[in-house]
Structure formats: structure tokens, C-alpha cells
């Protein structure tokens, strides 16, 4: 059942994520992608903003927005706007294929992935982070919360980067400054949109295999040399053909990669930690 859910254990009870495969023949417009500036309501005052707004939600000491506040304002909309979110609420899905891609959950491996760097001790001070598929933001907020000189945060749409993570990053980080690029839209036009990267975080992203070798450019084009990149999935994405063990298979045909498992789940659903990093030559 579709729920605007931000609350960890809620999600850890769901025994499968409900994703819509059908083809949906409209996109959201700016699926060829675009930056989404941070709007002049936060810009302006982000004090005000933050002495206003009150998170009711906290995950790992992050302060997240309200999203049943985000719910209310989406249904109570009614000059066309929202249209991905609204869609998502009417069919009752976490995911509907080219038109939500499910940015407004905190899925399981994100929090596997914080769980990761605190335990490990991973560093991001003073290095340019991409937060790829984002959705509510907390591993591009926790590379900002250890230092990271930039990130770039990145979903399919731009509704859940301007109602929850741009909120969300604004509220935990009062002294945010130039440090954050929010990019809206697809990975295969928005390419070209994107900088170069220390580090590139992404979670729950390979459900769909089709996506697989848009990803796979993406890192191609945007890591620096000395790069990494950590890609925490399922296993298996039941009834969408995505697994980890294909996608692995991908990276490795590529003699340009060095690949390996850094974390393993013990328990309910298999989900594992993926750490890539480009081969010495
Ligand atoms: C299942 S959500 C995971 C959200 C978040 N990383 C988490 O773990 O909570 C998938 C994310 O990948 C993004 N995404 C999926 N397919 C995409 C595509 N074809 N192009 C761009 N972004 C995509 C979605 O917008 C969303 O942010």
C-alpha cells in the first residue's frame, strides 16, 4: 500500500515495495532534466524558515518535514499541479514506472548505507558528493553533516525535491551557503548536467534493469579518478527484475572497475552494500 512513510520501522514492516510497471505514456515534464533552484520562499529567510517550520519526523537525528502537511497540500491542490505525487497517492504505489519513482519514502538500504558510514567511520570532508536518487536526501544531509564541501542531490521528480528535500537539507543544514545543487529529471539526459565527483552515494536505484546502463554512464562520466561510489539495493526487486548480482555482473564486464560487497543484511530481506571504485592501471 502506497504511504507517504518516513517512519523507518513503519517501512521495515512491509514485507514488499509496491512498484507499478505498467508503461505510463505521460512523463513528468521535466523528465529530460533540469536544476531546481531553491525557491525564493527558503532562499530569501532560511532562518525564518527554519524558526517557522516545525519537522515533526526525526530519522537517524535528522529533522524531516512533515509529510502528512506534504499530503494535505497535494490533495487540497487544484490547479494542476503535483500531478506525479497525486498519481502516486491514487494508486496506492510506491512507484509508478516514468511517473513517480518513489523519492518520498525513506527506503531501507538508505538507512543500511548511514548505518554503514558511522560504523566505518567514512569520511567526506572536503570532498564534491552526488546524492543520486535522492529522494528525501538523508545521504547527501549526512556527506553535508560530515564536511562534504558540495553536494548534488538528484531524483526523477522535481515535486519530491521542492516539497521534501529541499525542505528537508534547508532545515538541517542552517548554514547551507552554495553547498547544495538539486537536479530534477532523468539519468540519461541529465548526464550531461552533472559535475565531477569524489563520492556518489545511491540506494534502492537498480530496481528497474532498463535503468541499469543509464547508472552505469552516470558513474562512467562523473566519478574522479579516486573516486567511489557505494550502491545499496535488495537483492531481488520481486516482479521488476532488478537484483544486485546482475548488476555487479555489468560493472565487472568493464575492466575499469573494481567492485566488492562491504555490507550484507542478517536479516529479513537480503540487502547489500556495493562498493565500487575505478581499477589501478
Ligand atoms: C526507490 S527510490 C529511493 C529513494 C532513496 N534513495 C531511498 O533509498 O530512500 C528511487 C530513487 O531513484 C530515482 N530514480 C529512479 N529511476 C530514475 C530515473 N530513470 N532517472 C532518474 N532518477 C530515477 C527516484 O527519483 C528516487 O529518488
Known amino acids: 500500500m502506497f504511504k507517504f512513510?518516513?517512519?523507518?520501522?513503519?517501512?521495515?514492516?512491509?514485507t514488499e515495495d509496491?512498484?507499478?510497471?505498467?508503461?505510463?505514456?505521460?512523463?513528468?515534464?521535466?523528465?529530460?532534466?533540469?536544476?531546481?533552484?531553491?525557491?525564493?520562499?527558503?532562499?530569501?529567510?532560511?532562518?525564518?524558515?527554519?524558526?517557522?517550520?516545525?519537522?515533526?519526523?526525526?530519522?537517524r537525528n535528522f529533522h524531516l518535514v512533515d509529510v502528512k502537511h506534504v499530503e494535505e497540500l497535494i490533495t487540497s491542490e487544484s490547479n494542476g499541479e503535483f500531478q506525479s505525487l497525486k498519481a502516486a497517492f491514487q494508486m496506492?504505489?510506491?512507484?509508478?514506472?516514468?511517473?513517480?519513482?518513489?523519492?518520498?519514502?525513506?527506503?531501507?538500504?538508505?538507512?543500511?548505507?548511514?548505518?554503514?558510514?558511522e560504523k566505518n567511520s567514512v569520511q567526506f570532508d572536503g570532498l564534491n558528493v552526488l546524492d543520486l536518487g535522492c529522494g528525501s536526501g538523508l545521504l547527501g544531509m549526512y556527506a553535508l553533516s560530515k564536511g562534504a564541501l558540495s553536494v548534488h542531490f538528484q531524483d526523477y521528480n522535481a515535486e519530491v525535491?521542492?516539497?521534501?528535500?529541499?525542505?528537508?537539507?534547508?532545515?538541517?543544514?542552517?548554514?547551507?551557503?552554495?553547498?547544495?545543487?538539486?537536479?530534477?529529471?532523468?539519468?540519461?539526459?541529465?548526464l550531461h548536467k552533472l559535475d565531477k565527483y569524489d563520492i556518489i552515494l545511491t540506494s534502492e536505484t537498480?530496481?528497474?534493469?532498463?535503468?541499469?546502463?543509464?547508472?552505469?554512464?552516470?558513474?562512467?562520466?562523473?566519478?574522479?579518478?579516486?573516486?567511489?561510489?557505494?550502491v545499496a539495493a535488495k537483492h531481488f526487486y520481486f516482479g521488476v527484475g532488478g537484483n544486485l548480482y546482475e548488476f555487479e555482473k555489468l560493472i565487472r564486464q568493464n575492466e575499469r572497475w573494481t567492485s566488492s560487497i562491504c555490507f550484507c543484511s542478517s536479516e529479513g530481506v537480503k540487502r547489500e552494500i556495493l562498493k565500487i571504485s575505478q581499477s589501478a592501471t
Not at 533540469?34 to 525564518?48: A, T
Not at 496506492?92 to 558510514?117: A, H, P, R, V
Not at 528535500?165 to 540519461?188: M, S, Y
Not at 546502463?213 to 562512467?220: A, S
Open 92 to 117: 496506492n504505489s510506491d512507484i509508478i514506472k516514468g511517473i513517480y519513482e518513489g523519492g518520498m519514502k525513506i527506503w531501507e538500504c538508505t538507512l543500511d548505507l548511514l548505518d554503514y558510514f
Open 206 to 230: 537498480i530496481y528497474n534493469p532498463e535503468n541499469y546502463g543509464k547508472l552505469i554512464r552516470i558513474f562512467e562520466e562523473t566519478l574522479k579518478k579516486s573516486g567511489l561510489i557505494y
Open 5 to 14: 512513510n518516513f517512519s523507518s520501522s513503519d517501512n521495515q514492516d512491509k
Open 18 to 59: 509496491t512498484i507499478d510497471d505498467t508503461n505510463h505514456k505521460t512523463c513528468p515534464p521535466e523528465a529530460d532534466g533540469k536544476e531546481i533552484e531553491i525557491s525564493n520562499i527558503y532562499h530569501q529567510n532560511i532562518q525564518q524558515y527554519r524558526d517557522n517550520c516545525s519537522p515533526t519526523t526525526v530519522v
Open 161 to 190: 525535491l521542492s516539497l521534501c528535500t529541499i525542505p528537508n537539507v534547508i532545515f538541517n543544514n542552517p548554514d547551507l551557503k552554495n553547498r547544495a545543487k538539486f537536479f530534477a529529471g532523468d539519468w540519461g539526459p541529465l
